[in-house]
């Protein structure tokens, strides 16, 4: 076993640090550690966090910490941040909220640059997971960014979602984008000593009910971060939505199709390797582009011509190709 | 530069009561490439070496204004070494005595130092010549 493993099994803080920055590197190594480790994953619970820039997610995560650990919780933290499409650059902020629990070694907090992902998560945002869930985490909670990008990927990848809301002020909440109602299983209003705080309560709640689906019903759930106000009920909320997904097989399920993903991903990724490759090594790309610009040959028919000429399907794919 | 980003823990260690330096640091780095991990003020040094563990940073960035350098700066750099970090960067910004400069840097608790005059493209340049 690899080494980085070994000690990352035997709660080496540093070990797990350094696990991350080779998953978030796509270092070559990288696979041979996610496989080592992969036995020993599926068992954190795979909280999400998401919502607009500025509604409070990271002050949340931060009350929850609290929560969580008084109930003797292990917590992992991944929290999103944009990188900057400019200069490749980030500013991760999302810490600063979270300062009071660096010291307790039960928590361990990671910031990631979503670097060019734009479903609100990095690209290894799900193995920066898989490593926290081996490294012993009971729960991992995972803040997304914030800026108005499409919120697909947390709801593929936490066991449950919720979305932080603030008190819509003037405007109705009509005007909540569209698509973030369906993926919340729990819904925040936070900053609820703002004006407004129970009227787009109760406008979420009609929404809800509006919505005749049989399941779980989403709750809304008001608090005030800076506060430390309604966390309990959310931490509450938070331990029935398990639950329900526990007991009505939703976990199991969602968590299958989860694993589906994984394995689909892996075969892509091994016959995207293998094919380049071989076409590397075998074929002139540079002459048969020539040929389809000149319109000699069409690119459907050369793909197709192309794949003939390799034997991929008959040898075993190259590991790593 | 290359797939793997350069991390830098930007980090306000003690009591000085703003840190209008350090964010506009912050935002000059992520400008020239790096990935910032900014936590804000009044961080202890066991809150600095340790947010170094976990986010795994190539550089450690402290300023410092509070004229308590003299302590900060070797105590950081300790807990850096006890944690297996020894060969971070270590540099720090702030109000800080040549001689005090010269001592830190001499005993090896940090790699450069930058005063108030030094501009920020020097600050970016020096730090991006390490990688
Ligand atoms: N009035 C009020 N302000 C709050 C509350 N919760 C958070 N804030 C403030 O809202 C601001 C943003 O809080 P964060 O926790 O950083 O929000 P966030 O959603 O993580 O922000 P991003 O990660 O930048 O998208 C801070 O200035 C907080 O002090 C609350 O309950 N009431
Ligand atoms: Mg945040």
Known sequence: MHQLVTDLLNGNRRAAARMISHVENDDLIKRELLKELYPHTGKAYLIGITGAPGSGKSSLVDCLLQEMRNDGLKIGVIAVDPTSPFSGGAILGDRIRMQDHALDHNIFIRSMGTRGSLGGLSRSTREAIQVLDAFGKDIILIETVGVGQSEVDIVKTADTTVVVLTPAGGDSVQTIKAGIMEIADIFVINKADLPGTERTTTEINVMLDMKKEGGWRPPVVQTVSVQNKGINYLWESLQEHRIYMQESGTLENIRLERVKRELTDQVEFLLKNSVWNQVKEEIKLDRLVEEIARREKDPYSAASELLDKLNIFEQKAGEDG | ?131
């Open chain 2, 1 to 131: 530069m290359n797939r793997r980003k350069i991390r830098v823990l930007v980090a306000k260690p003690g009591l000085d009561g703003h840190d209008r330096g350090a964010r506009v640091i912050a935002r000059a780095l992520r400008d020239a490439g790096f990935e910032v991990i900014y936590t804000g003020l009044h961080q202890t040094p066991e809150q600095v070496a340790e947010t170094a563990l976990q986010e795994d940073v190539d550089v450690v960035g402290l300023s410092i204004l509070s004229g308590a350098h003299m302590t900060l700066v070797p105590r950081i750099k300790k807990l850096l070494i006890d944690n297996g970090m020894g060969e971070v960067l270590m540099v720090v910004g702030g109000i800080i005595p040549g001689d005090d400069a010269e001592k830190l840097l001499k005993e090896g608790h940090a790699e450069q130092i930058f005063t108030p005059g030094d501009s920020l493209d020097r600050i970016i340049g020096y730090i991006s010549s390490k990688f």
